[in-house]
């Protein structure tokens, strides 16, 4: 097998297994009584899915010599900018709170081993299409969306699926200045990404893209 087609597998089985892991959760929250909606809440999960399903398809493309376009690029940095923050916000506020029925195979994965695998596979095979810079304030709407979200139904029905967005714990202005600081963390990640991905040169070659492409 080329060096191409065994990228294009790895790809494959690190989003597959994130799936599993995403899937398996799933059932046992819903095996005891919490809600579909409440288990999508979720930031980890959603970016999960979200790096998984990119990674699969890259795994299609990187195994038929092919890649996408600028569009697809922007995406995908969107998904390693959304990995990255999983894994530092977890790891600075929440690691010592309860993660209830979370399997510790699955809170590894998706904490810990994911984070890292696709910032590596964003560092190993940067898209070969620069993006802009001044795309940051695009691949900012996710996280600000989901945060405007999770406060207007947690609101709503009084649950927050982190407690760091919670106003019972500190008053809306602690809640405030946190989604500032994650906001102002995530577009430096962002522009870290993008900068790193424009800056470095992809290292598994696409056998069917001209030199230069």
Known sequence: MTLRRTF?????????????????????????????????????????????????????LTWRGKEGGPAWAL??????????????????????????????WINTWLHYVMPVAVVADWLIQPPRHSIPLKRVGVAALFPLAYLAYSLIRGAAINWYAYPFINPANGGYGTVAVTCVFIAVGFIAMTLL?????????????????????
């Not at 929250?29 to 930031?43: A, D, K, R, T």
């Open 8 to 60: 294009a597998a790895i790809r494959f089985a690190f989003g597959a297994v994130t799936l599993i892991a995403v899937g398996t959760q799933l059932g046992i929250h819903l095996g005891e009584g919490y809600g579909i909606v409440n288990f999508f809440s979720y930031f980890t999960n959603l970016s999960n899915i979200f790096a998984a399903t990119v990674l699969i398809v890259e795994s299609v």
């Open 75 to 104: 995406l995908r940095s969107i998904s390693v900018v959304c990995m990255a923050l999983v894994g530092v916000v977890f790891n600075t506020l929440l690691r010592d709170v309860d993660l209830g029925s979370l399997l510790p």
């Open 193 to 213: 990404i993008l900068f790193l991905g424009n800056k470095l040169r992809p290292r598994v070659p696409l056998e069917s893209v001209p030199a230069g492409a």
